[in-house]
């Protein structure tokens, strides 16, 4: 592979070589082919890649060379070339519709797009977003000794997605050498019979590799030193570097020489970001876990040069692969010194990034596992300067959701989530805004089936939390409450501002409100209203008097919507604990009932209120008789319940023990009086 290339040019080269098998000596199974047979087969390989009825709209771009390019001499066999695909494509207007090349390159130059970078799927989607097409299509040319390799890729640009990759070898004739630079009626083909400097190169390289198997000795290494920074890194044969590279850090051999190599190659690269060199340079300085002062410097250089899609990646081998704790101090030095260039524009290229994009680069790459201390200083130092829009609220609430989530340290984690409730406090309220946070509130929710991943909730979202989240954010709960469009949505939100006293006017009654409505006709909105008031727990206390009525009410008309308001009034009478004897004989009367779950209900309410429902038991389990044995059946199980403050119904249980001849009865009440102990 040529490696003396624009940075940009050798990323494009080494993505072909994993992705289209750019040919880049003798490849195999192909033989060159006339001209137009290679375009008119390139054509229908893109054609058939549209299994559709309806055209998709393609922009073909410039094949360029993937060797070293003059950006001052014309590129003429890659105009031809994409010419004369253009011709091929056109002659079927049911597949594509091809996008003006003149407007294109308007484009791409009005955007400073280069047209190596478009075979990378950002790059693809960002042309996506500017033009309307739905492909886009680019490819390279490799002259070689007598053929051309062309390689291409067609992109979906809404999705990133490699339609279809094409190949093809096409036969150098005369005609076609006379579009290269330089070229004179064939003169420039080399001499089969003559090795050029390349190919001597290569030999040397393929030489020096060999060594790789033999690291026993000092000696052995620094000569396999000495020779192999005489190939240089530049260069096709260059890739020996990435070998080499690769055999020190596997077994962590340190090599003073070899470094003062590489810090020299990587210096020299101008475009690091498209150059596959200089972050494998970065990733051999990290492989003894230490960043020295002289590295951070160069590796900071290499920052100065690298755009917001690359970033991340750098900072992650310069921050965070060397101890966090042994190296804070200095950590947060050289984040200050990051974040002072990106102030200043001084980051990246060809036009500078903006602060918000590398602040969130910087946060992407000083990611450490089981330690936050990055992050968090990263954003109570930098955050304010951000400029806010939808995007970077976005990309703040992700960042401190996972910083709280993953945080272990209390006190670091009540300041991530004091940062989130002012996030959520201040973000501009809307559907997106409404989302987030019953999103972040329903994290802390149990899972009802799987206990071994509520342990882990319960460590990463602790429940005390949820209660400090609910305090500071209250006006937003309350205010996102109705904020959706989803029925379904909504019932949970309401149930979640219910369950935390949240109150949401028009919605959630208050008290006043709650016995007015039961004291009218309005039967859908009493069952409504009852059903949130069974959620409040102890808090209808108040209106206990209303409650009770209901279970006095009778209607032909509205006996079903009846039924359910009395059955939710036991629950809710049950949850405030009534001392109410209307109240409770109805419950002790509902244990016979016939109609679906009221026994259960009443069961549970007598129960709930304890203590103050004993005296009413024992009355009406001394005025049983033989015939009454399910009503005693459950009178027992429920003083069983209600355990030692049921003591006083220890003589009736012992006398009904006594008399009674029904093993399950005798079974319940010698369960009760164990519970009674």
């Known amino acids: ?106 484009v791409l130059k009005e955007n400073d797009l280069m047209l190596t970078d478009l075979m990378q799927k950002d790059a693809a989607i960002k042309i996506g977003e500017l033009v309307p097409i739905d492909a886009l299509f680019s490819g390279t040319y ?42 004179n009626n064939g003169e420039n083909v080399p001499n089969e019979n003559r090795k050029s400097d390349l190919d001597l190169c290569k030999e040397k390289a393929k030489a020096v590799k060999a060594r790789l198997n033999d690291l026993s000795s000092d000696d052995k290494i620094q000569a396999l030193v000495r020779d192999g920074i005489k190939i240089p890194f530049d260069t096709e044969c260059g890739v020996f570097h990435f070998d080499l590279m690769y055999a020190f850090k596997r077994y962590n051999i340190e090599n003073t020489e070899y470094k003062k190599f590489l810090i020299a190659a990587l210096d020299s690269i101008p475009y690091p970001a498209n150059d596959q060199r200089a972050i494998e340079i970065i990733r051999y300085f990290a492989k003894d876990s230490i960043i020295d002062s002289q590295e951070w410097t160069l590796g900071l250089k290499t920052l100065r040069k690298i755009g917001n899609y690359s970033l991340s990646s750098y900072i992650s081998y310069l921050l965070t692969h060397q101890n966090v ?21 001084r980051i990246g290229l060809p036009t500078p990034v903006t602060f918000n994009a590398a602040f969130f680069e910087m946060t992407e790459g ?45 006190e670091r984690k009540t300041k991530s989530l004091t940062w989130l409730a002012d996030l959520f406090n201040h973000s501009e309220t809307n559907e997106k805004s409404a989302e987030q946070l019953y999103d972040f509130a329903r994290s802390f929710e149990p899972n009802p089936y799987n206990k071994e991943a509520n342990k882990q909730i319960m460590r990463e979202f602790p429940q005390k939390d949820l209660e400090s989240l609910v305090q500071a954010c209250r006006s937003k709960f309350s205010e996102y409450a109705t904020l959706t ?38 039967w859908e909105e009493q069952l409504r209203v009852m059903k949130l008031l069974v959620q409040m727990n102890e808090r ?48 002790i009367a509902s244990l016979e009932s016939r109609e679906y779950m009221i026994p259960d209900k009443a069961v549970d309410a007598l129960v709930s209120i304890g203590r103050g429902a004993v005296p009413a038991l024992i009355a009406k389990l001394n005025s049983l008789t033989i015939h009454d044995g399910g009503l005693q059946y459950k009178i027992a199980v429920i003083l069983g319940r209600i355990g030692k403050d049921a003591q006083a119904a220890k003589p009736s249980l012992q006398a009904l023990m006594a008399k009674s001849t029904n093993k399950d009865i005798k079974y319940a009440i010698e369960a009760a009086l164990q519970a009674m102990e």
């Open 1 to 106: 592979m040529v490696m003396k290339l624009h940075s940009f040019t050798f990323a494009l080269v080494l993505c072909l070589f994993v992705s289209v098998s750019i040919h880049s000596a003798e490849p195999e199974s192909q033989d060159p082919k006339d001209f137009n047979a290679v375009i008119s087969e390139l054509a229908k390989k893109m054609q058939e890649s549209n299994a559709t009825d309806k055209p998709k709209r393609l922009a073909v771009v410039t094949f360029v060379p993937s060797q070293n390019r003059n950006e001052n001499v014309r590129n003429e066999f890659g105009e031809y070339v994409t010419e004369s695909l253009i011709s091929a494509l056109s002659s079927n207007k049911k597949i594509f519709k091809l996008f003006e090349r003149k407007r294109l390159d308007a």
């Open 142 to 183: 490799t002259k070689l000794k007598s053929y051309i390799d062309v390689n291409g890729r067609l992109i979906d640009v809404v999705t990133g997605e490699i339609m279809v990759s094409v190949s093809g070898r096409i036969q150098l004739t005369d005609d076609l050498m006379s579009l290269f630079p330089g070229a």
């Open 325 to 345: 704790s042994a190296h804070l101090n200095e950590s947060y030095d050289r984040i200050d010194e990051y974040f002072e260039l990106a102030q200043a524009g």
């Open 366 to 410: 000083a990611k450490v596992r089981d330690d936050n201390r990055l992050l968090i200083y990263c954003y109570e130092k930098y955050a304010d300067r951000l400029t806010m829009d939808a995007k970077t609220a976005k990309g703040i609430y992700s960042l401190l959701t996972a910083i709280y989530k993953s945080e272990d340290d209390s």
């Open 485 to 522: 469009k989803y029925n379904s949505q909504l019932t949970d939100r309401i149930n979640f501002c219910v369950k935390y006293d949240v109150p949401v006017p028009g919605t959630i009654p208050t008290m006043a409100e709650a016995q007015a409505i039961l004291a009218g006709d309005d």
């Open 540 to 587: 209808p206390k108040p209106i206990e008097k209303a409650l009770v009525n209901i279970l006095d009410k009778r209607s032909l008309d509205h006996k079903g919507e009846l039924s359910q308001m009395q059955e939710l009034a036991l629950v809710v009478l049950g949850n405030v604990r009534t001392n109410d004897p209307k109240a409770i004989s109805y419950m």
